[in-house]
């Protein structure tokens, strides 16, 4: 073995030593051109576009609840949204309505077709609405009739249209889904117009795994990502970070509690809370991109003087009143901002961490999701036990919710819920903390 060895090492010391020049042009060379691929490598990026996104998200989806950026590139709804939360035309191309708004008449195209090839028509409408029916008059006309009006109905019937097996009507269709168990790991589309990059989606249990994908190459964007950790100090990538106005972060008080009985010691609670100054200020449940939208509700200004003589003589006060901030694990920070600050006007609170929003909370802060259409019946309407879990009830705000539903004219509606704004501001179940915001990251 050793005589072999020796033998092979003296067959490759002479071929260096005869043909050193070239090996050594050969590995300069080299070198120069991988410098010159690195530096053209980005133009060429520039000018081609890639030929692939592969982009990582978090969360566990099946074919029934992707994100809805994902929906919208797959398929389209009767109608679309606008960015003031408006409906406006999609399939359907117009549509009017009947019946003291107990019934709606949709237009549809004669030319669109799904992405099997069968030709799009009225009785391929498949929404499931309690209390809504879908009646086909031909094959472009659609009867929608509700037992009571229902304004927001245009808004509902955004959602994007499928039949089975995530079949379409968008701009791209599904090439290959991949499964662990029930929920899906990746979704990749095609483009159904050329031009258009092909996509494959990647999803992560955890934030943690989406930023490791990232870092070994797994994926080259990661979207909706809801921190960065060191990635802000990786030179060769871009974050775009994004406020969500359709959220909020708020802290929600249990008004069944004997603490939260009395209105002030609620806005006293508010002026004791501190601002969060990295995130855009929260004022009402509304978005400020909504037509809805108003400005004219009692501002809550940081003030723990005004705080503390207001609470002087609660019962939140006295040494024995203990205050349990719950919150998931996600805003753990921010809950326990909020308990350092209640903490120093003399309150003792403790943060604790939950999976569930328990019926017997005292104070949760938690991310609310704000409908596109300002009407939020479920969420603060007094009967509405299930979903109302700051257990709210105003008469005032419960005939306002009822108008804001039925009334048809948008002058009518937007005067309707800039009181609905105000009272509720006023009555403080909730204090509104911040819009929250995530983050998409791109490799340069």
């Not at 060895?5 to 991988?34: D, M, P, W, Y």
């Not at 701009?171 to 990746?186: H, L, R």
């Not at 700051?390 to 002058?411: A, F, I, P, Q, W």
Request: hydrophobic share 40%.
């Amino acid at each position: 073995m050793g005589k072999r060895i020796q033998f092979v090492f003296l067959v490759v010391k002479t071929f260096i030593s005869r043909h050193i020049k070239f090996l050594a042009l050969g590995f300069l060379g080299g070198f120069f051109f991988i410098l010159l691929l690195l530096q053209i490598y980005p133009l060429y990026i520039q000018i081609a576009g890639q030929k692939e996104q592969i982009i990582g998200m978090v969360g566990r989806y099946d074919e029934s609840n992707l994100p809805v950026s994902i929906r919208n590139k797959i398929s389209l709804g009767l109608t679309a949204l606008t960015a003031s939360g408006s409906a406006t035309s999609s399939l359907a191309l117009s549509w009017k309505v009947e019946n003291n708004g107990k019934d709606y008449i949709f237009s549809l195209p004669h030319n669109v077709y799904w992405q099997d090839g069968t030709q799009f028509s009225s009785s391929d409408v498949n929404y499931h609405l309690s209390d809504v029916k879908f009646m086909p008059i031909d094959k472009y006309l659609l009867k929608v009739s509700l037992k009571e009006p229902y304004t927001p109905l245009p808004i509902l019937l955004s959602e994007p249209l499928f039949k089975p097996n995530l079949v379409g009507l968008g701009v791209y269709k599904v090439a290959k889904i991949e499964y662990n168990g029930d929920y899906i790991t990746s979704l990749s589309l095609e483009p159904i117009k050329s031009g258009l990059p092909d996509i494959t989606y990647k999803f992560y249990l955890s934030t943690d795994d989406a930023i490791l994908a990232f870092k070994i190459g797994e994926v080259n964007t990661l979207e909706n990502l809801g921190r960065i950790d060191d990635l802000a100090n990786w030179k060769n990538v871009k974050i775009t970070p994004e406020t969500e106005f359709n959220k909020f972060v708020g802290i929600f008080l249990n008004l069944n509690n004997s603490f939260f009985k009395e209105k002030d010691i609620r806005q006293a609670l508010y002026y004791a809370t501190p601002n969060f100054d990295d995130f855009e200020k929260v004022y009402t449940p509304v978005s400020p991109l909504s037509w809805a939208y108003s400005q004219k509700v009692r501002l809550y200004k940081f003030d723990p003087a005004t705080a503390q003589k207001i609470l002087a003589k609660s019962p939140l006060s006295s040494s024995s009143a203990q205050l349990t901030i719950s919150t998931f694990v996600n805003l753990l920070d921010t809950a326990q901002t909020v308990s350092d600050a209640w903490n120093n006007i003399g309150l003792h609170t403790k943060v604790k961490v939950q999976s569930t929003v328990p019926s017997d909370y005292q104070v949760f802060v938690l991310t609310f999701s704000i409908p596109p259409d300002p009407d939020q019946y479920q969420f603060w309407q007094s009967t509405q036990d299930a979903t109302n879990i700051s257990h709210y009830s105003s008469l005032k705000v419960d005939k306002l919710l009822e108008d804001g539903r039925r009334t048809l004219n948008m002058d009518d509606r937007k005067k309707i819920y800039a009181d609905f704004q105000r009272y509720l501001v006023e009555d403080a179940p909730v204090i509104f903390l911040y819009h929250p915001k995530v983050y998409i990251v791109e490799r340069k």
